[in-house]
């Protein structure tokens, strides 16, 4: 039964049909619900480290019970997202009620759209890659998969990785330069595993030129349905939920870098390089991404088995609280940089540098 717990993350969407339901202030009681309740639970709830035996684990990863609370979000995203969509264009909302609601939509599709899309995107079976990629479309960033699989598992936490904020770097700086150079990337690690294949650029094996078109298709459908005045909307929905992501990926590693070795390689990403936390709140909310060092350790193991290592270096606040205190940059510093080793500090690169691996 406890196993049930992770049906908490389904309360976010819930708040937004209290939004879109009630109006008025209630339209933002996604946002209020997201980083205000949830930071004051995570504070208050006792933080939980404990990892499973290897009994629990295999018997955990057999039930099917922890697939199922992934693929209910499909439904869920869709419905709300039609709803939301709906709503607009049949009621008349007043212009600060539109801006709540399109925060409360973008809330749900970055925690139960892009979250679960990245879980699902990580599994072997082709449906499950499909059911992910379905869930990162209403956010405009089915391109995620391939920069994120391809590309950040293998450069995280080094300057070559997009998804990588560094030290003293803000998070509205890590915004423009993460979302513009994943997106470069992706296309780069296509064109890569087309030549590897000789295939042209317009081969069906193009799958950014797909998600290219689908993402067209999608907004061509809301614009046919709902009108182009709800088209903006879903446009705002969409930022909103990948700005989410984007501050996720910008508290994960932020100042932790690896060590180049003499042979110009990294050293292997270990459990050092990515920020975890224990908060009870967040790893439900979230599907257990909190313990992203073993994450990285085994990209392909499921959630509900993630476990905590010793030698992850730990948030002093679970990811929801660390996501608000990120867009404080002077409260942000003062309490992370102090955390970072030493000499991960010192290895910073110049204006140029940066420039050169943009």
């Not at 990162?136 to 990588?164: K, Q």
């Not at 005045?229 to 984007?246: Q, S, T, Y």
């Not at 070795?261 to 599907?287: A, D, K, T």
């Amino acid at each position: 039964m406890k196993d049930l717990k992770y049906l908490a993350a389904l309360t976010i969407p819930l708040s937004a049909i209290v939004g879109i339901t009630f109006g008025g202030s209630w339209s933002y009681f996604t946002p209020f619900y997201a980083f205000v309740l949830i930071p004051v639970l995570e504070i208050l709830l006792p933080q939980d480290p404990e990892n499973y035996n290897k009994e629990t684990q295999e018997k955990r990863s057999l039930n099917v019970l922890f697939d199922w609370l992934l693929y209910i979000n499909v439904p869920i995203v869709y419905g709300l997202l039609f709803y939301f969509l709906q709503a607009l264009s049949n009621q008349q909302y007043a212009t600060f009620e539109v801006i709540g609601l399109m925060f409360s939509i973008g809330i749900v599709l970055g925690t139960n759209g892009i979250n679960v899309g990245h879980e699902l995107g990580h599994r072997q079976g082709s449906y499950e890659r499909y059911l992910g990629k379905l869930l990162l479309l209403p956010s405009l960033y089915i391109h995620f998969y391939i920069e994120h699989n391809f590309g950040h598992h293998v450069h995280a936490a080094t300057r070559e990785d997009p998804a990588t904020a560094r030290y003293n770097q803000t998070v509205y700086s890590f915004w423009i330069s993460s979302v513009y150079r994943q997106y470069v990337k992706a296309w780069k690690i296509q064109q890569r595993l087309l030549r590897s294949q000789s295939l042209s650029f317009f081969s069906f094996k193009n799958d950014m030129l797909w998600y290219l078109i689908f993402q067209l298709v999608y907004l061509s459908v809301v614009y046919f349905f709902f009108g182009h005045a709800v088209l903006w909307f879903a446009l705002g929905a969409a930022i909103v939920g990948f700005l989410l992501l984007e501050t996720v990926n910008y508290i994960e590693h932020y100042g932790l870098l690896r060590k180049k070795l003499p042979s110009g390689r990294y050293e292997r990403v270990r459990e050092v390089h990515s920020w975890n936390s224990n908060h009870v709140m967040g790893r439900i909310i979230l599907y257990e991404l909190t313990r992203h060092s073993d994450h990285h350790y085994i990209s392909s193991k499921k959630y509900q088995l993630l476990d905590c290592h010793e030698d992850s270096p730990q948030m002093p606040f679970g990811y929801p609280t660390s996501m608000v205190l990120a867009l404080i940059p002077p409260l942000w510093f003062s309490i992370m940089n102090p955390r970072i080793p030493e000499p991960m500090k010192t290895d910073i690169p110049s204006g140029k540098e940066l420039r050169s691996i943009a």
